[in-house]
């Protein structure tokens, strides 16, 4: 039997929108801790609340800009979620020397969509990560996008990445309740994953939120 598309829900900012997001029929909770640009960020102290807060409920996942694997974990046990999501690439020993410091967190590897090289760089992603997630930042900039835009992306090579990646798939950038059935049939993701696209004015909007839910749900495979 078929599983249905698993919706993340990003840039939570408060146990209120968490269990919103929760009741909705979200099944994993993006927490943004400090990055170079987006939207999001929230205390480290408040993540931790909220993973607290929706533990042995759902899946709460750290956004994080850090690089060195040493940060990243001492970032975690601060925080302590269920997951790790990794918006830059990780430095000395990489994915695989997190796994050896996290052995039982989820690590979640992003790869912003830029072209065809995108494709050879998920899958070496995947030898070490447990999820990639696909979106449309641009870490070559000065000051980095590592998320957040609002953006799609070329969902032809996101498709190429699903057909060929060992591991689950998101898909990000630029979702909301009016593309979300044509995302699930162009690129075939494990799960879906927003920010901006169920808010109003910074704020989780319950009627966008319901939305893009009947949307995936009814444009599942």
């Known amino acids: 039997m078929h599983l249905p598309p698993r919706v993340k829900v990003c840039?939570?900012?408060?146990?209120?929108?968490a269990r919103l997001a929760a009741q909705a029929g979200a099944d994993v909770l993006g927490l943004v801790s400090a990055m170079p640009s987006?939207?999001?960020?929230?205390?480290?102290?408040?993540?931790?609340?909220i993973a607290d807060a929706l533990r042995g409920h759902r899946e709460t996942w750290l956004l994080t800009c850090l690089r060195s694997p040493a940060e990243i974990a001492d970032q975690w046990r601060r925080c302590r979620t269920t997951g790790v999501q990794l918006t830059d690439?990780?430095?000395?020993?990489?994915?695989?020397?997190?796994?050896?410091?996290?052995?039982?967190?989820?690590?979640?590897?992003?790869?912003?969509?830029?072209?065809?090289?995108s494709v050879a760089e998920s899958l070496?992603?995947?030898?070490?990560?447990?999820?990639?997630?696909?979106?449309?930042?641009?870490?070559?900039?000065?000051?980095?996008?590592?998320?957040?835009t609002g953006r799609?992306?070329?969902?032809s090579v996101s498709a190429e990445?699903?057909?060929?990646?060992?591991?689950?798939?998101?898909?990000?950038?630029?979702?909301r309740g009016s593309n979300a059935a044509e995302a699930l049939r162009a690129v075939a993701p494990t799960g879906l994953d927003l920010c901006s696209?169920?808010?109003?004015?910074?704020?989780?909007d319950p009627a966008k939120l319901a939305d893009f839910m009947q949307a995936v749900r009814g444009g599942a495979r």
């Open 197 to 204: 696209g169920v808010r109003t004015d910074g704020r989780l």
């Open 161 to 175: 990445i699903v057909r060929r990646s060992p591991r689950p798939v998101f898909l990000a950038g630029g979702l």
């Open 38 to 49: 987006g939207p999001g960020p929230i205390p480290e102290s408040d993540i931790a609340e």
């Open 11 to 17: 840039c939570i900012a408060s146990v209120e929108e």
């Open 89 to 117: 690439t990780v430095e000395g020993g990489g994915i695989r020397e997190l796994r050896r410091l996290l052995p039982t967190t989820v690590l979640i590897q992003v790869i912003h969509v830029t072209g065809p090289e």
């Open 152 to 155: 799609v992306h070329d969902w």
């Open 124 to 148: 070496a992603a995947a030898e070490w990560a447990d999820v990639l997630l696909l979106d449309s930042g641009n870490p070559s900039l000065t000051v980095k996008e590592l998320g957040g």
